[in-house]
């Protein structure tokens, strides 16, 4: 097939339709000459060229049938001839198609066979040219074909994929980023220069770094972009012994001989990143205000304001649970008995596994803290709940100078660096934003048993703004705007979904009614 | 605002200061990043943040002492290097063989590598395993997430459950997704979240005390976690996974199966020390006779060394008592 031909009809359809052609096949073939070599002179034999013009006209209405439609002067001739043919239309869309299944592909290949075939057979080998035909694409087998299709389709993902990728890009704020500096000299060169007073760096002095930086090129523009970490240096400390495994958390600051050190970032530097991100923000608002992808989400996605934190204290083991209704999405840090002496109140396997908390989710995803021993007994109550475990997220706790934490007998044979959260999927929910996020959260440490925020997000990613969202043994950092909290812990009830309000209402009065009915009788 | 009132007086004390025309104020504020916003802004990768992924015990030097002398201890009581280059239908009978006939037993086994397509639960089911590993011995599983998940079904079989304690779940994170560790997202459609982790279960048979068995064990000197580092030379197993159980476990005797191939572009390499059986590792050159002899020659068990014993993590018990 003239692929160049079919080129230049899809190119010039309009024109070549319109008078003064007005479909002439004669003229069609002119001009296609004129225009695919200016300087033909093949002018003495067109007949000839026409008739072969045509050949190739009729080869391509062959392959794509209803491509053109042609019509004739001399009416009731059985037989067209290239004469007295026009063509009265051209579906353009059908040529593409075509133009773009024998063209696209093979570009590559068709390149080395035809320099092959013409000015570089003489130089190659025998075995060479052999190689070069298995490389090419003549070569591949159907079935290498049908294989290689298929990979590739099952290696893309679908656009629903990347449109709720670019989706959560939009709606989650620039949060202000400010690179560490992980360059040691810098570090020890400026202990000498900052000027620290009650463990807070104020100020750097100018003319000294000035002056080092003769001897650390680079520094001051390091200083003014990333964050440093600028020794704490006290009478008392030791340099060799290294760091405190407690760094800014340790409690004996005053006595500890082990370095610690302060965080140094210029307030200038935080005031332009958040100029920045604040800037970033500005402009995405407006292309969210307007979300024309919805998918998954509620349609006024952008407008529709997110209810307030909801939370209610309560015993979570004793709590009924249908009061609270349907959710998306559960997340649980329950307080597991793994034979530690503790700080807090912990609950027996049974305890934990007994909860109704099938009645939560008719499907929806369910995120479970778990350490230790927990993980096996974790695994098995979502099996339990209808759930399949789909997940496991790793939480990267670091530290102060954003280090993995390495000391400090953290678990029992080894030491513990990350902490374990179970996903569970039940039922096939069709309305979750999949792999926007890695499994794999990095962040610092903070309060015992406290859990990093970035989850929140990542589940607000997942689900969108306005899904129910229900936290069990959360305590009052944990309540969130769009979040139901339930645990003992809590401060009180807030409530603001009128028919959770009156469900709670009816258990609270059922639950006083309870007790006294079964004393007067008892 | 004391604070502020402090720096201005600071100020007006050090009128150098006022000279630089850039202000070096400290911010009033502790800033920290979100590295998962990062991540779905910028798409640098959580783990690219954590500062001590070269050398974990960066900034302790003591720990940093410890690591250096058990390299060196391992180093210096270790067989020679064996491969057993076997098909993977030939691992169970294999085994079996030496179980029964060669009578051979290890101290520390790690089955699986960082791949998907692994035989485990199979070559776990398929041997007399308690038998391979002495008591008290190791059992280190590396697998996908999933496939580890999959091993659950083991502790619900008394057989298994009885002779074996899953006692630490361990995690190797790769560095990025160009990385050849990088776990994808094969045939797994339904995940929530992009894998970028391997899993390990580590499992002990027998008893040991973490207080009283210094001589078997050292804890606390790994943690449960490792990420990626840029190794020159890649191979098939990142050496970390091999010095997680060196450095645990004081025993010579060290087995590793990978019931999976593992290609030719990253080969499975030789380690000092360990039996490595896989059908794609580099070297067969193992032989019961001069096995034996070599570990006769190094000893079943790393010598105890007061310079080790003094800087290694220990239990609070053992701290009061001496």
């Known amino acids: ?235 008392q400390t030791d340099k060799s012994l290294g760091d405190c495994s407690y760094l800014d958390t340790c409690h004996k600051l005053s006595t500890c001989r082990y370095m610690h050190y302060l965080q140094y970032v210029p307030e200038s530097l935080v005031q332009a990143v958040a100029a920045r991100s604040r800037e970033l923000n500005d402009l995405e608002s407006d292309s969210k205000s307007i979300c024309l992808y919805t998918r998954n989400l509620c349609c006024s996605v952008a407008s529709k304001s997110v209810l307030p934190a909801q939370w209610i204290q309560c015993d979570v083991r004793k709590f009924d649970f249908s009061v609270l209704g349907q959710f998306s999405v559960v997340v649980a840090d329950p307080a597991w008995n793994i034979r530690m002496n503790l700080p807090y109140g912990t609950c027996n396997d049974s305890e934990l596994t007994d909860l109704p908390l099938e009645l939560l989710q008719n499907e929806g995803v369910l995120f479970l803290w778990v350490t230790g021993r927990a993980i096996e007994v974790g695994k098995e109550s979502l099996r339990k709940w209808g759930y399949e475990v789909c997940n496991q997220i790793s939480w990267v706790k670091t530290n102060q100078l954003g280090r993995t934490i390495v000391t400090g007998r953290t678990g029992h044979w080894l030491n513990h660096s990350k902490e374990q959260l179970l996903v569970g999927l039940k039922g096939q929910p069709e309305w979750l934003n999949r792999q926007c996020d890695v499994d794999l959260i990095v962040s610092s440490s903070r309060e015992t048993s406290r859990k990093p925020d970035e989850l929140y997000e990542m589940i607000e990613r997942m689900v969108g703004p306005h899904a129910r969202k229900l936290e069990i043994f959360g305590r009052d950092h944990n309540t969130r705007p769009g979040w139901f909290t339930i645990g003992n812990q809590l401060a009180g009830d807030s409530l603001c979904e009128p028919d959770v309000q009156q469900k709670y209402r009816q258990f609270l009065h059922t639950q006083r009614a309870g007790p006294g009915r079964s004393s007067a009788a008892a | 605002m004391s604070h502020e009132r402090t720096a201005s007086k600071n100020n007006n004390e050090n009128s150098r200061k006022r000279k630089s025309n850039v202000s070096l104020r400290a911010a009033a504020h ?140 361990l995690v190797f994170i790769p560095v990025d997704k160009k990385s050849p560790f990088y776990p994808g997202l094969d045939n797994d459609d339904q995940v929530l979240f992009e894998k970028m982790q391997w899993h390990c279960w580590m499992c002990i048979t027998g008893t040991v005390r973490r207080a009283t068995d210094g001589h078997l064990i050292h804890c606390n000197v790994d943690t449960d976690l490792s990420i990626e580092t840029d190794c020159p030379r890649k191979s098939a197993i990142p050496s970390h996974l091999y010095k997680v159980a060196e450095n645990f476990s004081t025993a010579t005797r060290r087995l590793h199966i990978i019931p999976a191939r593992t290609g030719t572009e990253f080969p499975v390499k030789v380690r000092p020390g360990w039996v490595i059986m896989s059908p794609d590792v580099m070297l067969n050159n193992f032989d019961y006779k001069r096995y034996r002899e070599d570990i006769n020659k190094v000893g079943a068990h790393l010598p105890v060394r007061n310079e080790i014993e003094l800087l290694r993590p220990k239990s609070p018990v053992q701290k009061r008592n001496s």
């Open chain 1, 1 to 235: 097939m003239n692929t160049q031909l079919v080129k230049y009809l899809i190119e010039n359809h309009a024109a070549l339709l319109s008078p003064p052609v007005s479909g002439d096949l004669a003229n069609i073939y002119i001009l296609f000459a004129l225009a695919s070599n200016p300087e033909s002179a093949g002018m003495e034999q067109w007949e000839a060229n026409l008739a072969k013009f045509w050949q190739e006209i009729r080869e391509i209405a062959d392959l794509c049938a209803g491509c053109f439609v042609f019509a004739s002067r001399s009416y009731g001739s059985a037989t067209l001839s290239s004469r007295d043919v026009s063509v009265e239309y051209i579906d353009v869309q059908a040529l593409k198609m075509i133009h773009n299944s024998t063209v696209s592909a093979p570009v590559e290949f068709v390149r080395p066979i035809r320099s092959l075939s013409c000015e570089n057979a003489e130089e190659m080998t025998l075995s060479d040219r052999l190689l070069s035909v298995l490389d090419s694409d003549a070569a591949a087998t159907p079935n290498k074909k049908v294989l290689a299709k298929l990979e590739h389709f099952l290696s893309t993902k679908p656009a629903s994929y990347r449109l709720g990728h670019e989706r959560a890009q939009k709606f989650t704020p620039h949060s202000k980023f400010i690179p560490v500096c992980g360059n040691r000299s810098h570090t020890n060169a400026l202990a000498n220069i900052a000027s620290i007073t009650g463990n807070r760096v104020l100020s750097l002095d100018g003319n000294q770094l000035a002056a080092t930086e003769q001897n650390i090129p680079g520094l001051s523009r390091c200083v003014q972009s990333k964050i440093h970490h600028i020794p704490n240096l006290k009478p």
């Open chain 2, 30 to 169: 502790l800033h920290s990043n979100n590295y998962t916003d990062h991540y779905i802004h910028t798409g640098a990768l959580p783990q690219k943040n954590v500062r001590n992924t070269d050398n974990p015990v960066e900034g302790y030097p003591n720990l940093q002492k410890l690591f250096r002398l058990k390299e060196k201890q391992v180093a210096n009581h270790s067989s020679a290097p064996y491969g057993c280059r076997l098909d993977i239908d030939e691992m169970v009978p294999t085994l079996k063989n030496w179980i029964h006939n060669e009578k051979m037993v290890f101290d520390v086994v790690m089955i699986g590598c960082l791949t998907d397509n692994q035989f485990i639960y199979p070559l776990l089911t398929g041997l007399p395993i308690d038998k391979l590993i002495s008591k008290p011995g190791f059992l280190f599983i590396w697998g996908s997430a999933q496939k580890i998940n999959e091993l659950t079904r083991l502790l619900q079989n008394d057989g298994w459950s009885k002779k074996f304690r899953k006692s630490e779940e």
